[in-house]
């Protein structure tokens, strides 16, 4: 996991790039605190609720590499922003 500090321009308070080897996050911080937590509380949820992650397990997830999540999260300023 890697977690970084982005200008999000506007889009989200967080975007996100999972694959089966890597989860890169960034946060804007330019959003209130609320709006953040609120985001990622949407984005670690929707992880577990389509069954990528798993709270049993081995933490391995079925979610295609290239397969984007349902979620309120931009997408990630490495895709090409």
């Known amino acids: 996991m890697r977690v970084t ?3 999000l321009h506007g ?3 967080v ?3 999972d694959s089966r080897t890597n989860y890169d996050l960034a946060i804007d911080f330019s959003y ?3 709006q953040i937590a609120a985001a990622l509380t949407d984005v670690f949820q929707e992880a577990v609720d389509s ?3 798993s709270r049993r397990g081995n933490g391995e997830h079925d979610q ?3 397969e984007p999540p ?3 999260a931009a997408r990630h300023p ?3 922003y």
Do not use: H, N, Q, T
Request: no cysteine; glycine share 4%.
């Open 32 to 34: 209130p605190p609320e």
């Open 51 to 53: 069954r990528r992650w």
């Open 5 to 7: 500090s982005e200008d």
């Open 11 to 13: 889009e989200a308070p």
């Open 15 to 17: 975007a996100l790039r």
């Open 64 to 66: 295609a590499d290239d």
């Open 70 to 72: 349902a979620s309120r």
């Open 78 to 80: 490495e895709d090409g």
